[in-house]
């Protein structure tokens, strides 16, 4: 039995109808995600084993070509004191990428049982939950940092501490506010009628249903936490010297900037597009997973 598109009943008519367009060409929604997966796979992986790929030099290496320019010796040139650019930025990457993934996992440790606890149980260790999230996010997170970093002094440890106390606040939100959503759903009121511990609830019934908002908030912070450490770096109150740091790159070559521009602006397109790629793909499974939806 067929239909003409006037005759098909409504439902048919719903079925078949196509997907909404969100205004951006199918060209430019998939290349930028793909994009974004592949700049994240070759930087990750050229970091991790920099030591070991021929084509990056060793990162404090003197050469005795000061200030070059871009070359097929040296990629992204040399720097005032001749070290290679190119070779120095893959180690700041290692850097950034290992400070942001300890921070976010330890903030997610942390920020995802507290904000677990305190949407499933309410009542008082929610107010107090709230009360210190409301505080943290009140407080400024660079003069947070900035005063973690000061009275603990430099170094990758310190580093992590500041910017895994600043990742926590937010991380409590999220979560608390995906988890006062499902401990109203049907299928934790029958665990909670079939006599299910509040341990098995919180980690078997919850959790699962959290961690896509979780995984989704984790990108982005990821993001901001590569800036946020960036941004000690170029205040000098980073890992110390010599290791190299995109923010350290950036503020050394800043003064040369219009005569050896290359020393700062690698470090700087570098930056953006890691920040740009994590972005992305936060977007992406933000509405993979209606997350905007979820926490309404």
């Not at 950034?96 to 904000?115: C, Q």
């Not at 660079?142 to 005063?147: D, I, P, Q, T």
């Not at 989704?216 to 190299?244: D, Y």
């Amino acid at each position: 039995m067929t239909f003409t598109a006037a005759e098909a009943p409504e439902s048919l008519v719903h079925i078949v109808a196509p997907l909404p367009d969100d205004g951006r060409p199918r060209v430019h929604r998939g290349f930028l995600p793909a994009f974004a997966v592949v700049w994240l796979s070759v930087l990750t992986f050229c970091a991790i084993f920099a030591g070991a790929l021929p084509f990056v030099k060793a990162p404090n290496k003197v050469s005795s070509k000061l200030k070059n320019s871009p070359s097929m010796e040296h990629w992204f040139g040399t720097d005032r004191i001749g070290r290679d650019v190119f070779s120095r930025a893959i180690y700041g990457a290692r850097t950034s990428l290992k400070i942001a993934a300890l921070s976010i996992l330890i903030g997610i440790f942390i920020g995802g049982t507290i904000g677990l606890i305190a949407g499933y149980y309410r009542k008082k260790i929610d107010y107090v939950t709230s009360l210190f999230v409301d505080i943290m996010l009140a407080f400024p997170a660079l003069v947070l940092a900035l005063a973690i970093t000061s009275t603990l002094g430099h170094g990758t440890n310190q580093v992590v501490l500041a910017l895994s106390i600043l990742s926590i606040a937010p991380l409590i939100r999220v979560v608390r506010a995906q988890t006062l959503v499902y401990a109203q759903r049907e299928f934790v009121l029958a665990a909670k009628g079939l006599g299910a511990r509040d341990g098995r609830i919180l980690f078997r019934e919850i959790l699962p249903n959290v961690m896509p908002s979780l995984l989704t908030f984790s990108l982005t912070g990821l993001a901001i936490l590569i800036v946020a450490e960036g941004g000690l770096a170029f205040l000098g109150q980073s890992v110390k010297l010599p290791t190299p740091t995109w923010g350290f790159m950036i503020v050394d070559g800043y003064p040369q900037l219009e005569h050896q521009w290359w020393i700062c602006i690698f470090p700087c397109i570098l930056l953006f597009l890691t920040v740009l790629s994590f972005n992305v793909l936060g977007d992406v499974l933000s509405k993979r997973f209606d997350i905007k939806e979820s926490l309404a």
